[in-house]
């Protein structure tokens, strides 16, 4: 039951080259950074990573992107990430965009246990008609785009809406970060962690967690569990100098006024 594991490389040693990662974090909120560093000093490539976003340049997933181990993405947003745009356009990478709302309900049915779901989110548009595109050759020129979706109506909401179907994320490992855990494997995130690392926690066949603060079975009020340790497998305890690693996306001051 004690799934504490000795250091971030020993907690990610079985993640391949090839595999599917569902990191969770919103923005800068909530990154699993000690493993994403270990992932990147195991040095695998050829990962699809899926999450709200890629970081920024130096911090966050940023920093496996910068080294070219991740192949394709599955995001909502490119955010302020200059190198994960250059990537994108200059065909470096596989970008498939979904709408926030219906990334964090594909990975929440992944975790669910059902395959696939009807939204009005991207209707009439490139998200259900296809041909957004997903991959771009050297020269800018479109090579995968993405294909068109079932659609259907339903009069559940009004007489004949329409609705695009979206099929649910799976993936091989899933990264979190969580304010509190226990050795078992129960977590508690914080506001805006919130956001996608519960979903991306459950989504994953193998769930890795990096915990602020590590506690002793029972020392969580089970009321307090966002994720049960059934889902979890490995857990690490971040370091205090980590835990301090608070950096901002876009930074906006206006002058103090006068007294």
């Not at 909530?30 to 695998?44: C, E, S, Y």
Request: aromatic share 6%; hydrophobic share 40%; net charge negative.
């Amino acid at each position: 039951m004690d799934k504490v594991q000795a250091s971030a490389a020993e907690a990610i040693r079985d993640i391949p080259s090839g595999a599917s990662v569902a990191v969770g974090g919103f923005g800068l909120v909530g990154v699993p950074i000690t493993l994403i560093r270990a992932l990147r000093d195991l040095g695998v490539d050829d990962l699809e990573v899926v999450s709200n976003n890629c970081g920024i340049d130096d911090w966050g997933l940023g920093e496996i992107l910068s080294t070219g181990q991740i192949s394709r993405m599955i995001a909502s947003y490119v955010g302020e990430n200059h190198e994960f745009a250059r990537r994108y356009l200059g065909g470096e990478l596989e970008l498939e965009f979904a709408p926030q709302g219906t990334l964090a309900e594909r990975m929440r049915c992944g975790g669910a246990g059902i395959p696939g779901f009807y939204t009005a989110s991207g209707v009439g548009t490139v998200v259900a008609d296809g041909g957004l595109p997903w991959k771009y050759d050297g020269e800018g020129n479109v090579i995968v785009e993405s294909p068109a979706k079932e659609t259907r109506t339903f009069d559940r909401f009004g007489p004949g809406l329409s609705y695009v179907l979206e099929e649910a994320i799976v993936t091989d490992f899933s990264l979190v970060r969580a304010a509190r855990g226990d050795r078992h494997g129960n977590l508690v995130f914080e506001k805006a962690e919130r956001a996608f690392s519960p979903v991306a926690a459950t989504c994953g066949r193998v769930t890795i967690a990096e915990v602020e603060e590590l506690v002793e079975p029972g020392e969580i009020d089970p009321d307090d569990v966002d994720i049960p340790g059934i889902y979890v497998h490995r857990v690490i305890a971040q370091t205090a100098e980590v835990a301090k690693e608070l950096p901002i996306e876009k930074l906006k001051t206006r002058p103090r006024t006068a007294a």
